[in-house]
């Protein structure tokens, strides 16, 4: 650990955790897991579906045809807990007496779809082959393959599945890639006897040379942009997007004391002038970090148990052996994990992302995250040299916090003055 002599903290990943930002700020988010090493791919789709389950479906374009034991119901649980790690946090400090610097040390069974002779005839003569079929937990699940885009979408409607209008230019070019379609309704009377009432999330697994995520079909009749957190967990680092830039969100800035009362508002605001400033057609990171720790902690790391849940298929019966090395530069740090979490976030919609996103694993194992920080002035009365610059400092740290607050935000550099009152003078 690095030791100096100062009366404020020296690093960037410290301080108090006293708020976070996770994905259920946003309306119309969507949540997947992507566990990557090689060509396997584990997915857990995390679904924001709220009514009747009997109206609920999806419908996911895969690159294979996927086996009854690739596919698993999972736990809400273990989203919440990966995306409480991750968020991006509010963290203070408090200044300390200048007069008295101080060491500052941092730191199923099959058949539940079953159709017919009658009913694969009628499907192939649209041109679609039902590749498989199964019931794991409360869902119904087809694996489709089809020849042309207009009998996948008379079938999937024949079958009450509701496709969007204008679905059609979109299926085909998936079609075109060869790739499968993966659909899964909920069985009731699964669900009944399990006895579940919210929706779980659905994992599965392939092979595939290809690592991306399918967006297109879920925007063809989206009401207005979509919010998409992605979290990433590879073995060697950080996970990017190769057809659209990735960018690390702005992040370690001095913010007003008043924000930690309205951290959510301040956050939306500022992810939103960041897509602004980018033209909505940016991949933003808001984590990336090694599992094995956290600082400071928005929630304890996910647990091996926890990463296996969630598709960490190389860790061994006893957790990874620790690869040695640093996460922040030369400072010593703990031993790193052979698992790595990076958090995307993007705000889409149809005009501005055309294509599906691709990804490719970095071998940059950097820290990092959304960080936010409030600073609370030493107000006590000592008379000292130091003590006296120290004041004499404070309304131009004030006025700095206040301009970075509304370059961050888009918020009016005198509706941010009237929020902080005359504690400081300006």
Not at 244 to 263: A, E, I, N, S
């Given at each position: 650990?690095?030791?100096?002599?100062?009366?404020?903290?020296?690093?960037?990943f410290?301080?108090?955790?006293?708020?976070?930002?996770?994905?259920?700020?946003?309306?119309n988010?969507?949540q997947?897991?992507?566990?990557r090493?090689?060509?396997?791919?584990?997915?857990?789709?995390?679904?924001?579906?709220?009514?009747?389950?009997k109206?609920?479906?999806?419908?996911?374009?895969?690159?294979?045809?996927?086996?009854?034991?690739?596919?698993?119901?999972?736990?809400?649980?273990?989203?919440?807990?990966?995306?409480?790690?991750?968020?991006?946090?509010?963290?203070?400090?408090?200044?300390?007496?200048?007069?008295?610097?101080?060491m500052?040390?941092?730191a199923?069974q099959?058949?539940?779809?079953?159709f017919?002779?009658?009913?694969?005839?009628?499907?192939?003569?649209?041109?679609?082959?039902?590749?498989?079929?199964?019931?794991?937990?409360?869902?119904?699940i087809?694996?489709l393959?089809?020849?042309?885009?207009?009998?996948?979408?008379?079938?999937?409607?024949?079958?009450?599945y509701?496709?969007?209008?204008?679905?059609?230019?979109?299926?085909t070019?998936?079609?075109?890639?060869?790739?499968?379609?993966?659909?899964a309704?909920?069985?009731?009377?699964?669900?009944?006897?399990?006895?579940?009432?919210?929706?779980?999330?659905?994992?599965?697994?392939?092979?595939?040379?290809?690592?991306?995520?399918?967006i297109?079909?879920?925007m063809?009749?989206?009401?207005?942009?979509?919010?998409?957190?992605?979290?990433a967990?590879?073995?060697?680092?950080?996970?990017?997007?190769t057809?659209?830039?990735?960018?690390?969100?702005p992040?370690?800035?001095?913010?007003?004391?008043?924000?930690k009362?309205?951290?959510?508002?301040?956050?939306?605001?500022?992810?939103?002038?960041?897509?602004?400033?980018?033209?909505?057609?940016?991949?933003?990171?808001?984590y990336?970090?090694?599992?094995?720790?956290?600082?400071?902690?928005?929630?304890?790391p996910?647990?091996?148990?926890?990463?296996r849940?969630?598709?960490?298929?190389?860790?061994?019966?006893?957790?990874?052996?620790?690869v040695?090395?640093?996460?922040?530069?030369?400072?010593?740090?703990?031993?790193?994990q052979?698992?790595?979490?990076?958090?995307?976030?993007?705000?889409?919609?149809?005009?501005?992302?055309?294509?599906?996103?691709?990804?490719q694993?970095?071998?940059?194992?950097?820290?990092?995250?959304?960080?936010?920080?409030?600073?609370?002035?030493?107000?006590?009365?000592?008379?000292?040299p130091?003590?006296?610059q120290?004041?004499?400092q404070?309304?131009?740290?004030?006025?700095?916090?206040?301009?970075?607050?509304?370059?961050?935000?888009?918020w009016?550099?005198e509706?941010?003055?009237?929020q902080?009152?005359?504690?400081?003078?300006?």
């Amino acid at each position: 650990m690095g030791v100096a002599w100062s009366s404020r903290a020296l690093f960037a990943f410290c301080g108090f955790y006293v708020a976070k930002a996770d994905a259920k700020l946003f309306n119309n988010a969507s949540q997947v897991v992507l566990a990557r090493d090689g060509d396997r791919t584990v997915l857990t789709m995390a679904n924001d579906f709220k009514g009747d389950p009997k109206e609920f479906a999806v419908v996911v374009p895969v690159p294979t045809v996927i086996g009854k034991d690739q596919i698993r119901v999972s736990d809400r649980a273990l989203l919440e807990h990966i995306d409480a790690y991750s968020a991006p946090r509010l963290v203070e400090y408090f200044d300390n007496n200048p007069c008295q610097p101080i060491m500052v040390f941092s730191a199923g069974q099959q058949g539940g779809a079953a159709f017919d002779a009658i009913r694969v005839a009628r499907a192939r003569s649209l041109g679609v082959t039902i590749e498989a079929q199964y019931t794991v937990g409360e869902y119904d699940i087809l694996i489709l393959s089809a020849r042309e885009s207009t009998g996948l979408e008379t079938w999937l409607r024949q079958n009450n599945y509701r496709i969007p209008a204008g679905a059609s230019s979109v299926l085909t070019s998936y079609i075109r890639q060869n790739m499968k379609f993966f659909v899964a309704r909920v069985n009731l009377a699964e669900q009944s006897r399990l006895g579940y009432s919210v929706l779980r999330p659905i994992q599965v697994e392939y092979e595939s040379p290809k690592f991306m995520l399918p967006i297109r079909l879920g925007m063809v009749n989206a009401d207005g942009p979509q919010e998409l957190f992605i979290y990433a967990l590879s073995r060697r680092g950080r996970v990017e997007t190769t057809n659209y830039r990735t960018v690390m969100l702005p992040t370690g800035m001095d913010v007003p004391v008043f924000v930690k009362d309205r951290f959510a508002a301040f956050y939306k605001a500022m992810f939103s002038e960041q897509v602004k400033k980018e033209d909505m057609r940016t991949v933003f990171t808001e984590y990336s970090w090694d599992m094995s720790f956290c600082d400071p902690c928005a929630a304890d790391p996910l647990s091996s148990q926890e990463l296996r849940s969630l598709g960490v298929f190389w860790l061994d019966g006893a957790g990874a052996p620790p690869v040695r090395g640093t996460a922040r530069g030369s400072l010593p740090g703990p031993p790193l994990q052979q698992v790595f979490l990076t958090r995307l976030h993007v705000r889409y919609d149809n005009a501005h992302f055309p294509e599906d996103l691709v990804f490719q694993e970095t071998a940059d194992r950097s820290s990092f995250q959304a960080r936010y920080v409030l600073r609370h002035a030493w107000n006590g009365a000592d008379t000292c040299p130091a003590a006296v610059q120290y004041r004499q400092q404070l309304p131009q740290r004030s006025d700095n916090e206040t301009r970075t607050l509304a370059s961050l935000t888009g918020w009016s550099i005198e509706d941010i003055r009237r929020q902080m009152g005359p504690a400081v003078a300006r």
